[in-house]
């Protein structure tokens, strides 16, 4: 397969909303290393984008730029799109 976006510039396939009330903690990290902000939807997702635009090897980074599509047991569908990669 060929893409034609390069895998830390893809969008992420969720929005990172916040609202009153909300048990998480939800946002934006301005991800220094490639100048844009990427979304984290967890203190660990946010702790783990600080580790990465820290780390001289990383060139980019993508917050759910994808879902993951399943059956479960009983056949309905799941998806999940996972955090940060």
């Known amino acids: 397969?060929?893409?034609?976006?390069?895998?830390?510039?893809?969008?992420?396939?969720?929005?990172?909303t916040s609202h009153r009330g909300q048990c998480s903690f939800s946002g934006l990290w301005f991800f220094a290393t490639s100048g844009e902000h990427v979304g984290f939807e967890s203190w660990l997702e946010r702790d783990r984008l600080m580790l990465l635009d820290a780390d001289p090897d990383v060139v980019g980074v993508s917050s759910q730029p994808f879902w993951l599509c399943w059956q479960d047991e009983d056949e309905r569908p799941v998806r999940h799109a996972p955090p940060s990669a």
Do not use: L
């Open 1 to 16: 397969m060929c893409w034609s976006v390069p895998f830390e510039r893809a969008g992420a396939v969720r929005q990172f």
